[in-house]
């Protein structure tokens, strides 16, 4: 996460730290800000644990927790690790890393992992799981076929980063982050969206 600034030259207070436990925090839950690199991030009032590159979802007062088995409103991913004691950055726009991992899916397994390939057959869609996995991160179907009666809530606005490769999960292993698998996303306001499931045999 580079160094926040907000609109004009002059840089955003608290842009530069991940997450803090000040109450009242020194910003307004709900201010977003942007990178260098034009990635937009929102400041949330975390109500969980959370580790940096953890899907959340973003609540309408502003606070945010891991995603879980349902949910409809907007995702973000966690910029650092936090409790539920601490205020802290979440990304909603550009390019990141997501963690992986959730009930059905192998993320080490690099021939079925997600796919940059954007036809029908082959493109990732982002879900959630049936059951929880700790720390939780986002599963995974490909293509249309993927989806399943058990495939109830997709994630919009979220792909595979076009610069990483099929199967390109890598592990995080700091004290500081997941423990798990990750793999380069782009996001572009993403929210969860509740599958009306029709049979197609």
């Known amino acids: 996460m580079a160094e926040l600034s907000a609109q004009g030259p002059i840089i955003g207070p608290f842009a530069t730290s991940i997450t803090q436990s000040t109450s009242p925090p020194p910003i307004s839950v709900g201010t977003r800000m942007r990178d260098s690199q034009g990635n937009e991030y929102v400041f949330v009032d975390f109500v969980g644990s959370v580790f940096g590159g953890t899907p959340v979802e973003i609540f309408d007062d502003h606070t945010a927790a891991q995603l879980g088995l349902t949910g409809r409103g907007r995702v973000g991913v966690a910029c650092g690790g936090a409790t539920s004691n601490d205020f802290g950055w979440v990304q909603i726009y550009g390019r990141c890393q997501v963690q992986l991992g959730m ?51 997709l994630i919009e606005g979220m792909w595979v980063a076009s610069d990483a490769s099929p199967g390109d999960v890598s592990a995080v292993t700091s004290a500081t982050s997941h423990t798990g698998n990750q793999i380069a996303v782009f996001l572009n306001y993403p929210r969860l969206r509740m599958l009306d499931y029709v049979s197609t045999s």
């Not at 059905?104 to 049936?130: C, H, K, M, Y």
């Not at 986002?138 to 058990?150: H, M, P």
Request: no cysteine.
């Open 103 to 153: 009930s059905g899916v192998s993320p080490s397994d690099a021939a079925n992992g997600p796919t940059t390939l954007q036809t029908v057959a082959a493109e990732t869609i982002f879900v959630l799981g049936t059951s929880l996995t700790t720390p939780n991160g986002v599963g995974w179907v490909s293509g249309q076929a993927g989806i399943t009666s058990n495939t109830d809530f």
